[in-house]
């Protein structure tokens, strides 16, 4: 059954892929995309069956279909990664294949198959050239991106199409009660409902019941009016009618309240509340399923004795079959939306540049932090991950992510410090339509796009206090309510955690929540500053340099012996993005292949045993009359520029070092800032 159901989804996703040619130009654009990242000037998107192949989409060449057996993707189809043919009249195999002889001759191919989640092959995506080249690991890479991106439009294409016949099958199914069959908003549904049922028999209150998680029930007591909407309520299960006919799946009856004795004692509650004596109670049942109740309640004793069965049970079927569709219908738009924001996601993915595309070293105390990746990585224990500005900690919450068993679902990052406190509710959890000033649309939050994935919560440290108690309750029980909206989302997300900030005193301070602490803290891991892996520097710079021969188009070589003990000796308050920077500082001013540095290149803050001096040195000059220890220094600079580190008045600039160096020398000196803010 489950092998059957694979199939039918495979020739459904590639019916949608050779008959809709209503989106085109999302194929053509991401071949493009592919071209364009990939510097080719030819780039190509096809679907394959058993004999040939349709190309959806070219760039710089104009193909419609060819047979398989002579196209160079029939090679690629059979490959688990990117095939690479850096000059195809070299190889054999591609001498004689389609395009090669033909035009637009061929010389370079680089093709990646495109492969569902089960591991079955539809097509390709490549990216060609009419002359021999060389083809990055990092181009292969975001070739590979691309095509998750096609599979997963492709997908998102599918479930359009079955959202729409869901849609026509159930206006088919429901024509014999179009005033419920056709409206698939929930409200609208209910009110719908209402409007059909206020008539049908004597009550003065009615509704449905649902089970949700939790073993509780969500109530929609039934408006009058169509025009007016539900009012859902949560109550617990146990303990009313209504769990025990979606239960048992049978009708209940009573003429008086008093019947319900102690059975029912929340249903007994909610009776004589409202005043109610009558009750009657049908279960929503559709194929294997009951989805929920509808009731009905009276005031008047015994309004409910002489029910005909038969004509309400076809009530509650329709209503049933109504509210299946109805709930598949959200389902779908759910689906839908998280792979929008997925596919938006892997766009800023593919679009955002990493400085490193791996962790680089072998000094020991960055081996001993690599263990701690490989102990806890294939758990979803949280993680929390602890490190100075620069250091990398970004790259050890990939590299946790792409051990765990959560690799091929998305690693979502968000930037707490750089969202506004008054939108990070949304940002993570998303929102309604109308939750806010400004929310013209419903949106969905990062925690569902990373659901079944990892979602890295970067500068944890700067989240405002309320979002610190939803992200608690997250970590505690892994769901949450999108602002503006009463339905519970659950969610499958492991949490990474990234700060550069010390929580235990934010906690002291009052800004961070203990009881979050702990939920983080439970596999901490501390990111080595670069100044305490000194070793791996040279390694780190033959990689920048690697890259920046690359871009910048020249033949680099690496730094003198001098510059390189330079580059050794110095402390690097920025760590390997200070470092980074350095470098290809240095390679922009180079006149040949043998970098130098120039003596501003390495600012103020090299160690006492390499001769630069200390803070306290340096500022000296600048700073006449002063005291003459360093904390006494920064502490007299601070209070000059009222807290203030960076910017022409700060004090960094009074003492004429970078603001980054003061940043530093602050921590480890342990001086609160705060202190001088009103001097």
């Not at 009249?89 to 680089?110: C, G, K, M, T, W």
């Not at 791996?358 to 224990?381: F, H, K, Q, Y």
């Not at 009074?654 to 803010?677: A, D, G």
């Amino acid at each position: 059954m489950i092998a059957d159901m694979e199939t039918d989804r495979l020739e459904a996703l590639r019916r949608y892929a050779v008959l809709d040619t209503a989106a085109e130009r999302e194929f053509d654009e991401l071949a493009e995309l592919a071209a364009q990242i990939c510097g080719t000037p030819l780039a190509a998107i096809g679907l394959i069956d058993a004999d040939r192949e349709w190309f959806k989409a070219t760039v710089g060449m104009s193909l419609n279909e060819v047979p398989r057996a002579e196209s160079m993707s029939a090679e690629t189809i059979r490959q688990d990664d990117v095939l690479v043919v850096n000059d195809t009249l070299s190889e054999q195999s591609f001498q004689d294949r389609f395009l090669v002889n033909d035009e637009p001759h061929i010389r370079f191919y680089a093709g990646a198959p495109l492969t569902t989640p089960a591991g079955h092959k539809l097509g390709t995506i490549c990216v060609m050239d009419r002359e021999p080249r060389a083809f990055p690991s990092e181009h292969a890479a975001a070739l590979k991106a691309i095509g998750q991106q096609v599979m997963s439009q492709l997908e998102l294409r599918r479930l359009r199409a079955e959202g729409r016949t869901a849609e026509q099958e159930l206006k088919s199914l429901l024509d014999v009660n179009v005033a419920v069959g056709r409206h698939l908003e929930r409200d609208e549904l209910f009110g719908a409902i209402a409007s059909c049922l206020r008539n049908v028999l004597e009550t003065d209150r009615f509704g449905i019941e649902m089970p949700i998680a939790g073993n509780r029930l969500q109530g929609h007591i039934l408006a009058s009016s169509a025009t007016l909407s539900t009012q859902p309520s949560v109550l617990p299960a146990e303990g009313t009618v209504c769990h025990w006919v979606i239960e048992s799946r049978r009708w209940f009856v009573i003429s008086s309240r008093d019947e319900l004795g102690e059975r029912f004692p929340v249903t007994f509650d909610q009776m004589q509340r409202n005043g109610m004596e009558s009750l009657c109670t049908l279960p929503l049942t559709t194929g294997d399923r009951c989805l929920g109740a509808l009731f009905f309640m009276a005031a008047k004793p015994g309004a409910y004795e002489d029910l005909r069965h038969g004509s309400f049970d076809q009530i509650a079927s329709a209503v049933a079959v109504a509210l299946d569709h109805c709930l598949a219908h959200e389902e779908l738009r759910r689906l839908r939306d998280r792979l929008q924001a997925e596919n938006l996601y892997l766009q800023e993915e593919i679009q955002t540049q990493h400085n490193f595309s791996e962790i680089v070293g072998n000094s020991p105390v960055l081996l001993s932090a690599l263990e701690r990746i490989e102990r806890v990585a294939p758990t979803d224990t949280t993680v929390l991950i602890l490190g100075e500005t620069g250091s990398g900690k970004e790259l050890f919450a990939r590299a946790v992510h792409s051990r765990s068993r959560r690799s091929d679902r998305p690693l979502v990052k968000v930037n707490c410090g750089a969202i506004a406190p008054g939108l990070i509710e949304s940002e993570l959890f998303g929102h309604v339509r109308g939750a806010f000033t400004g929310a013209i649309d419903k949106r969905i939050g990062r925690f569902e796009v990373a659901n079944g994935g990892t979602i890295l919560l970067d500068e944890i440290g700067e989240m405002p206090s309320d979002a610190q108690v939803k992200l608690l309750r997250v970590l505690q029980e892994q769901e949450f309510e999108p602002v503006g909206s009463s339905k519970t989302v659950r969610v499958d997300v492991r949490v990474i955690a990234a700060t550069n900030r010390n929580l235990e005193e934010a906690v002291r301070a009052g800004t961070f929540r203990a009881d979050l602490l702990y939920r983080l803290n439970v596999f901490p891991i501390d990111v080595p500053p670069l100044r305490a892996r000194a070793s791996d520097i040279p390694l780190l710079v033959a990689l920048v340099i690697g890259g920046l021969a690359r871009r910048l188009g020249k033949p680099l070589q690496g730094f003198t012996t001098p510059a390189m003990a330079r580059l050794m000796a110095y402390d690097w308050p920025g760590n390997v993005r200070e470092l980074s920077n350095v470098v290809e500082r240095a390679a922009i001013l180079a006149r040949g292949p043998v970098l130098e540095l120039e003596e501003w290149s390495l600012p103020a803050s090299e160690t006492t045993e390499k001769g630069s001096g200390t803070l306290s040195q340096r500022a000296q000059p600048v700073e006449k009359g002063q005291p003459g220890n360093e904390r006494e220094i920064i502490e007299a600079a601070l209070a000059k520029s009222r807290g203030r580190v960076a910017g022409p008045s700060g004090a960094a600039a009074k003492l004429r070092i970078p603001p980054s160096t003061l940043e530093h020398k602050i921590r480890s000196l342990k001086i609160n800032k705060s202190l001088f803010k009103f001097g």
